[in-house]
Every structure is written in structure tokens, then in C-alpha cells.
């Protein structure tokens, strides 16, 4: 099989990889980049542990091609905290005990970014249906949903 | 399996075309991929279009709007004019799964997957929406209510593929509304329902009305909504609607829903979605 060359940018780092024409952006991340952060809980699209953004927009990386990724940004959770400085967001999801297994933590984390980054201020409805595509089967979404009106408030004031 | 990512609509139908094996155009994968890992489709070739830098655009044209076939449903929700011009059609794009989905996912995906339960289906066909084809005998202009025949089967030829879907200029006092029922509140199919798009006249009476319906057949159902012309949609024009919006459905029955119940509820969403392209319509009655 022709292995497809791509380059591309992984959390503002130039990356280049071989992969398969069928293979997922999350195999590679996973697998070739060890970037392990986002996981594979259904493959389809469905519960988003494996969101990322690509050019700045979320996606679910387990329907997109890692052929797709060539000459575009992707961004994952492990971009998302400063070095040893977490995240707002992170320390939010902390605080508010936000977690249990933390399979659906790091989806949950990319896409609660996206959505402060696009809204600031959202109101607690519209946090709702932006996160309705990140499962969580452990936590429940109250505490996911207190942890990311939270640290809004907190980065609204910073 | 090969992946291509062509810069130009000829490259793209000579691809197409030139492929003897199972080729399918790569939109925002949210169909294909998915049945690709289900083993329901196994392509020998998947021709990405979102390196066609025109297929990227939403243009204003004739009064109306050209939305490129790669336009995802997050990008055409950002744009100000079509969701001001068809406001049904652009929530019924919305409607489609959760954000990850409408960061990829586009209407001529949403068409060409040709399921029964596409949302976006009945609210363009409503709006009389023209699907541009390209194709290795040129390009062509079709009805988008003309694109899918069956279930997971459309109207399109070997080597044919849409660039881009036109939506028209409506008149003053018109307006469009897609309403579907699901189980849940988010992130579900549709298990029934129905795109109203409406003009009305200076003293408020409705002059042109058109009503399809979804998932309640093998493909999107027209409706005969003569029933609301010359009335400022009353009771009894609407439970006309109703009525025929139940007479036209032949659903199916499975665990989501039941024959009776969809055929009952498709009627209900109707009226509903009349109301509120009433109101958008900015008409009152
Ligand atoms: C989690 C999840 C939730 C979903 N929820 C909904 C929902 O609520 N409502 C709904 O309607 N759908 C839903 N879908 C289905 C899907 O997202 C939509 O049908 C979407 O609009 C498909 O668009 P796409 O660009 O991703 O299509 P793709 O997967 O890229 O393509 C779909 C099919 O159309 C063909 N195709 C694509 N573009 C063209 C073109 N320009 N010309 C010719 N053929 C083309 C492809 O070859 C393929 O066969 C959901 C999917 C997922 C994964
Ligand atoms: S693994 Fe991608 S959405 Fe579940
Ligand atoms: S914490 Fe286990 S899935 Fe959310």
C-alpha cells in the first residue's frame, strides 16, 4: 500500500508523518505522535473524546483523515495548559471534581475551549448543546457544565 | 484504497470518473467515513474536495446565495445574509449532530447521503434550492428535490459531483421554518419532519406555500399544502395541513417510532413550522 506522506502543524509544531489513506488523524496522533490525550470511545462520531481542532474549528479526529490534516493546524489537550501552568479550564475541571474515569476529559477540555474562545459568556443552555456531542458516562454533566461556567466567569474577569 | 485532494472541479471529475473501482467524493466525512469503518461502503478511491479553493465559498448571486459543496454547517451558520434570507434552511443544517459534526459536515453531503432522515433535505427542497453538478459532459443545474431517488441512491451519473447549491431570492413577506421531532433534544435522527416555506400577500393571506416532509418515506415527500392559499393560516387551514401532511406520509415502523405516530406528528410539526415561517414572515394574523 502507498503510505502517504503529510506535513503538517500539531499544537504550532511542524510534524510530518507516514500514514495509510484510510487511517484516522486519531490513529496518528495516538499512535505515530503518541499524543494518547485524545482517545477512541466510539469511533463514529458520536461521543467526542477524540475532539480536536483543526484550523480552529472542532472536529471529531476520529472522522477525518490523517491524510486531511496536510498543511493544516491541529490542535490537541496536550497544547492546551503551559508548560506546568494548567489551564483555567483544567484547574476548573479540577476544582470542581469535574471527573471520574477522565476518558471523556480531554474531549471535553478541547471543546469547552473552543466554545470560551468563540463565546466568552455563554449562557448555561448554550454550554449545554455546545457540549452535547462529549459523552460523559461517569461524571454526569452537571459538574462538567458548573466547572466550564466557572472558569468563563474566571477568565471573563482575568 | 487511494485518497486524492484535487485543487480544480476537472481534476475532480476526471478523477471521478476515471475510477473503475467504488469512488466517493470526501466532503466533511461524517457520513462516509463513518460507513467506511462500518464496512458498509469500501471505496477504491475517496476524492477530497476541500482543496477546491470556490468550493470554500458562500456568494451572494441573483438575489440569493451559492453555497459551495464544502462549506460545513458551522461556516454557513456564521454567515450573516443566508441565515437572514433562509432562516429554515440554515436551522435545519444546524440541526445536524453536535458541534465536532458541523465543523465538517455540509448540505451536499447531507443531499448525497440521500438517508431519508437528512435534515437539511426537506428544508432546501422547500426553498425550490438548485444543486450545480459538474460532470465529464460539463455541468448541469438540477432541483435539489430531484437529487435523491432512494434511500442511499441519488439522481447523479458516474463521474458527476455538486459544487455548489444555489438558494434563491424570496419575495417580501416570506419566510421558512424546518421543525423535526427526536427523541432526545440533541445529537438524534430525525424520526419525522417538516420544512414550510410561505408567501404571503399585502393583507396577510398566504399566496404560495410549499411543504415537504422527511423520514416518513423513502425519500423527501411533497405536499399538496393548497389548503393554506388565501387564508391567514386559521385553525382550520391548518388542521387541513395537518391532515394532509398525515394523508402523504408513508412512514415506516421501527423502534424509534411507529408508523401511526410518525404519520400523526409529521402533521403537527407541520402546522408548527407554518406558524413560525408566519411569524418570520413578519406577517400577523
Ligand atoms: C454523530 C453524528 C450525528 C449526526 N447527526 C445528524 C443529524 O442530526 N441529521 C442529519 O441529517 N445527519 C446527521 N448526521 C449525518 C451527517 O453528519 C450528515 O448527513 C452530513 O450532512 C453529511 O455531510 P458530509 O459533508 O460529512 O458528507 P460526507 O460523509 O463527506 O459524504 C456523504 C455522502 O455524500 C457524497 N458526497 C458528499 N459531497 C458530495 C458532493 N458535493 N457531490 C456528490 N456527492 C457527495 C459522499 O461521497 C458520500 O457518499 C450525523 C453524523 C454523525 C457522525
Ligand atoms: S471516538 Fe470520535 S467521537 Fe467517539
Ligand atoms: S469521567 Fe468517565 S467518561 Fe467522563
Known amino acids: ?55 480552529g474549528r472542532l472536529v471529531c479526529s476520529c472522522l477525518v483523515l ?24 483544567q484547574k476548573k475541571i479540577l476544582e470542581h471534581a469535574a471527573l471520574q474515569c477522565g476518558v471523556c476529559t480531554p474531549g471535553i477540555l478541547v471543546a469547552a475551549k473552543a466554545l470560551l474562545e468563540k463565546h466568552p459568556d455563554p449562557t448555561e443552555v448554550e454550554a449545554r448543546y455546545w457540549l452535547a456531542g462529549n459523552l460523559c458516562r461517569c461524571t454526569g454533566y452537571d459538574k462538567i457544565i458548573t466547572a466550564v461556567m466557572d472558569a468563563a466567569a474566571e477568565m471573563r474577569g482575568a | 484504497m487511494q485518497y486524492a485532494a484535487p485543487k480544480s472541479v476537472q481534476d475532480a471529475v476526471e478523477l471521478l470518473a476515471g475510477e473503475a473501482g467504488v469512488a466517493h467524493v470526501l466532503a466533511g466525512g461524517t457520513d462516509v467515513l463513518v460507513q467506511m469503518k462500518m464496512g458498509m461502503v469500501e471505496p477504491d478511491l475517496l476524492v477530497d474536495i476541500k482543496h477546491i479553493t470556490r468550493l470554500k465559498d458562500i456568494t451572494a448571486e441573483a438575489g440569493g446565495f451559492r453555497i459551495g459543496a464544502a462549506v460545513s454547517g458551522a461556516e454557513l451558520g456564521e454567515h450573516a445574509g443566508v441565515g437572514t434570507l433562509w432562516p429554515g434552511v440554515v436551522e435545519a443544517v444546524e440541526l445536524i449532530g453536535s458541534t465536532q459534526v458541523q465543523g465538517r459536515a455540509t448540505m451536499a453531503g447531507n443531499l448525497c447521503n440521500a438517508s431519508p432522515a437528512g435534515d437539511s433535505v426537506p428544508a432546501m427542497a422547500a ?111 391548518l388542521e387541513a395541513l395537518a391532515a394532509a401532511c398525515s394523508a402523504t406520509a408513508i412512514p415506516i415502523d421501527d423502534k424509534r417510532g411507529t408508523a401511526e405516530f410518525r404519520k400523526d406528528v409529521v ?19
Open chain 1, 1 to 55: 500500500m502507498n503510505k502517504i506522506h503529510v506535513t503538517t502543524t500539531v499544537n504550532g509544531d511542524p510534524v510530518e508523518y507516514l500514514c495509510e489513506p484510510q487511517e484516522t488523524l486519531l490513529d496518528v496522533l495516538r499512535n505515530q505522535l503518541r499524543l494518547t490525550g485524545a482517545k477512541e470511545g466510539c469511533g463514529t462520531g458520536d461521543c467526542g473524546a477524540c475532539s480536536v481542532t483543526l484550523n
Open chain 1, 66 to 89: 490523517a491524510a486531511e490534516a496536510g498543511g493544516q493546524e491541529v490542535a490537541t489537550v496536550e497544547g492546551i495548559a503551559d508548560g506546568d501552568n494548567l489551564h483555567i479550564l
Open chain 2, 127 to 237: 426553498a425550490g434550492a438548485v444543486a450545480r453538478i459538474a460532470g465529464p459532459d460539463g455541468t448541469r443545474d438540477c432541483l435539489v428535490a430531484d437529487i435523491p431517488t432512494a434511500p442511499g441512491r441519488t439522481s447523479l451519473g458516474n463521474g458527476e459531483f455538486i459544487t455548489s447549491i444555489f438558494l434563491p431570492a424570496r419575495p417580501e413577506n416570506a419566510s421558512d421554518a424546518y421543525l423535526r421531532f427526536i427523541p432526545r433534544t440533541e445529537m438524534d435522527i430525525a424520526v419525522a419532519s417538516a420544512a414550510v416555506s410561505l408567501e404571503f400577500d399585502t393583507e396577510g393571506k398566504c399566496s404560495a406555500a410549499t411543504v415537504i416532509l422527511g423520514a416518513v418515506g423513502p425519500t423527501i415527500l411533497n405536499v399538496n399544502a393548497d389548503c393554506l392559499l388565501g387564508t391567514t393560516l386559521d385553525d382550520a387551514a
Open chain 2, 267 to 285: 402533521g403537527v410539526l407541520a402546522k408548527r413550522a407554518a406558524k413560525i415561517a408566519q411569524t418570520r414572515a413578519g406577517v400577523t394574523s
